[in-house]
């Protein structure tokens, strides 16, 4: 079993925290908004956020299974336990840095260029649609693990030291936490869904984040910090 140090609030505490990141946000309304247009109806418009939650649940579930099982699989738990425990420390200074001078210097951002290149391929699924509408929800779905991927550096900071934490115990007793985890980090994007759903246009959506972008890193960082100096204070046995 694992150790008292990693507890269920822990768990979940980190997978809010890195779901509320203003990258996700601002990608997902963007998407909302591209698929409230091609999907043409509400209830298609459902099921395509359905789908696009999905496929994040899965595919950050499955980079989590890989980098737990290597970091256990290879015997440098404890060093990647050090690393990540620096990493949330380092990713929570930045966060906070943004508070106050919100993209100013160096700060976490989705890997340059992805912006631009969701925004092409959006508009190439959306030729595609008119063409064979059967292949929208599938181009959907790949879109879905693009944007995971080009987000890890904006959102991965949190995941990361949660791995590190589990890395602590077996596989088989970390697999239901991480299950969990993923599970708790898609919520706030099935909520955003629902509010469109009901009518909440995707301009609204985006002012809420603009206006509120500042707090979400503060928090963030605030919450990063405390996790890596707890995983300091926790760190076990490095060899």
Same mark, same amino acid.
């Given at each position: 079993m694992l150790g008292d140090s990693l507890t269920l609030p822990i768990i979940i505490g980190a997978a809010l925290i890195d779901s509320i990141n203003p990258c996700v946000f601002g990608v997902l309304i963007f998407l909302i908004a591209f698929m409230t247009r091609v999907f043409k109806s509400r209830q298609k418009m459902l099921l395509g956020g359905l789908l696009y939650s999905g496929v994040v649940y899965v595919t950050?579930? $499955?980079l989590g299974f890989g980098i737990l099982k290597v970091a256990l699989g290879t *015997?440098?738990?404890?060093?990647?336990?050090?690393i990540v425990a620096l990493v949330a420390i380092i990713a929570g200074g930045l966060e906070i840095k943004? !508070?106050?001078w919100y993209g100013k210097g160096f =700060? $976490?951002?989705?890997?340059? *260029?992805? %912006? &631009? #290149?969701i925004k092409l391929y959006t508009k190439k699924i959306e030729k595609l649609e008119k063409k064979n509408p059967a292949l929208l929800f599938l181009t959907t779905a790949a879109l879905g693990? !693009?944007?995971? $991927?080009?987000?890890?550096?904006? =959102?991965g900071a949190p995941y990361f030291a949660i791995l590190g934490l589990l890395a602590k115990g077996s596989y088989s007793d970390a697999v239901p936490l991480l299950l969990l985890y993923n599970f708790v980090f898609i919520l706030p994007l099935l909520v955003v869904i629902a509010? &469109?759903? !009901?009518? =909440? *246009? %995707?301009?609204?959506?985006? &002012?809420? #984040?603009?206006?509120?972008?500042g707090f979400m890193r503060l928090v963030i960082g605030g919450f990063l910090i405390a996790l890596g100096i707890y995983m300091l204070y926790s760190l076990p046995p490095i060899f």
């Open positions: 950050y579930l $499955l *015997g440098v738990a404890g060093l990647f336990y050090l943004d !508070f106050f =700060t $976490l951002q989705m890997i340059p *260029g992805a %912006s &631009s #290149r693990v !693009f944007v995971v $991927l080009v987000e890890l550096p904006c =959102t509010v &469109s759903y !009901f009518g =909440t *246009g %995707s301009d609204v959506l985006e &002012s809420w #984040r603009q206006k509120h972008k």
